[in-house]
């Protein structure tokens, strides 16, 4: 069945670095645009970056631009969020989630179970 | 960035109840606007899209519409298991933005 499923979340202290990952199965990976979304504790939805599906095209939210990179290794169907210079309000439930485009902005139809990011000394 | 304004922040509802939701947008995005339900630890889950697309497999109860800055979802009967968050998102520009969210709880 379609899954993403997301890993690398753990406690981490400010400043320092983490890698985030996607794996994909159940549908043709390369196809489709990609996206982080979190979540921080008691909060709304936060989106953070998405990448096309070839992986050249990426943006990135202002809160998360210049410390975070959006990836995609297609011949591993994994989507990684590299994190650096971590701050304690970027403790949050990282969602990767799929988007029903390739090449543009739609809806996120496909979503993980989260990982939990807890940047804390 | 596309501000949204989303109302209310919860509400509280019978089973079989009429439940409405509204967001506002801080610029017109026609119709690109999603509605997502999210239960208690669990990731979001895609209900409409396009503004009133019913997202395949998603019950019938639950309904969208709108277009340019305002638009309504609406769920027709309420049922135990729609207790859940509500956003909706816009995807008309980056950032992509959601909604604060409708917490529904049963009265």
């Known amino acids: 069945q379609v899954q993403l499923v997301e890993s690398g979340g753990g406690v981490v202290q400010p400043g320092r670095s983490r890698r985030l990952s996607c794996v994909a199965s159940g549908f043709t990976f390369n196809n489709y645009g990609m996206h982080w979304v979190r979540q921080a504790p008691g909060k709304g939805l936060e989106w953070v970056a998405i990448t096309w599906y070839d992986g050249v095209n990426k943006y990135y939210a202002d809160s998360v631009k210049g410390r975070f990179t959006i990836s995609r290794d297609n011949s591993k169907n994994t989507l990684y969020l590299q994190m650096d210079s971590l701050r304690a309000e970027d403790t949050a439930v990282y969602y990767c989630?799929?988007?029903?485009?390739?090449?543009?902005?739609?809806?996120?139809?496909?979503w993980g179970q989260g990982t939990t990011v807890t940047v804390s000394s | 960035d596309i501000q949204m304004t989303q109302s209310p922040s919860s509400l509280s509802a019978s089973v079989g109840d009429r439940v409405t939701i509204t967001c506002q947008t801080s610029q017109d995005i026609n119709n690109s606007l999603n509605w997502y339900q999210q239960k208690p630890g669990k990731a979001p889950k895609l209900l409409i899209y396009d503004a009133s697309n019913l997202e395949t497999g998603v019950p019938s109860r639950f309904s969208g519409s709108g277009s340019g800055t305002d638009f309504t979802f609406s769920i027709s009967s309420l049922q135990p298991e729609d207790i859940a968050t509500y956003y909706c998102q816009q995807y008309d520009n980056l950032p992509l933005t959601f909604g604060g969210g409708t917490k529904v709880e049963m009265k």
């Open positions: 989630a799929r988007d029903k485009s390739g090449t543009s902005l739609y809806a996120m139809d496909v």
